[in-house]
């Protein structure tokens, strides 16, 4: 069975900085591109930032751009996202998400981590 | 890229359908056959419903169906049930920067 847990929510001060993980099961990690999907409270979905199956390559929405780092440990199956700077307007559930559900990443986000709530706030 | 457009919300009686549209751009639904559908509980991650357009995966209810014309990408829902409330979101590939974009979602109430 495939599946992705995050690590616990947290409450950050702007200007502050945090590092979220996913960890991956089920599935041959290093086979996928992965991704970070954000839901501010309320409001809809947003793509933040993705990431090549061997780490090579990433790619960032342009409002995180400079500020979010994407990144990947493909020996330990887990996926990062270490967020910088922090602005009232990154409070938001973050999830991971897993490219496909096939033997190889695919155009769409095949499987849901349970999503980590990222208050910033002071 | 501007988001996908979709309908605040939608409603029907148990059985009945009901059509979810989702209006992007000849830069992202309509270059590509790389259009999929959520479904999201409150409170919940959201759920693959519809891949590529118009498959779904295994284990997703027949009752789903979609389809894309030109720009405008469609969900179905035939036979509603109590349970199929929930919001729904659209996604589209766009092949630049960012290489997805979302749809605001859309509020499917059962009535």
């Known amino acids: 069975e495939v599946q992705l847990v995050q690590s616990g929510g947290v409450l950050v001060q702007p200007g502050g900085s945090l590092r979220l993980s996913c960890a991956g099961s089920g599935f041959t990690f290093s086979r996928y591109w992965m991704s970070w999907v954000r839901q501010a409270p309320g409001k809809g979905l947003e793509w933040v930032a993705n990431?090549?199956?061997?780490?090579?390559?990433?790619n960032y929405v342009d409002s995180v751009k400079g500020r979010f780092t994407i990144s990947r440990d493909n020996a330990k199956n887990s996926l990062f996202l270490e967020m910088n700077s922090l602005r009232a307007e990154d409070t938001a559930v973050y999830y991971c998400t897993r490219a496909g559900i096939g033997d190889s990443s695919d155009y769409y986000f095949g499987y849901w981590g349970q999503g980590t709530l990222v208050t910033v706030s002071s | 890229q501007s988001a996908l457009t979709q309908p605040a919300s939608v409603s029907g009686s148990p059985g009945q359908s009901i059509t979810i549209s989702c209006t992007g751009s000849s830069s992202d639904v309509g270059a590509y056959n790389y259009v999929s559908w959520y479904q999201q509980h409150p409170g919940k991650a959201p759920k693959l419903m519809i891949y590529d357009v118009s498959n779904r995966p295994s284990g997703v209810s027949n009752r789903f169906s979609a389809s894309k014309s030109g720009n405008t990408a469609s969900l179905t829902i035939s036979g509603l049930q109590a349970e199929d409330e929930a919001d729904y979101y659209c996604t589209s590939y766009t092949g630049s920067s960012p290489p997805w974009v979302f749809g605001g979602g859309t509020r499917l109430t059962v009535l």
């Open positions: 990431i090549k199956e061997d780490g090579s390559k990433q």
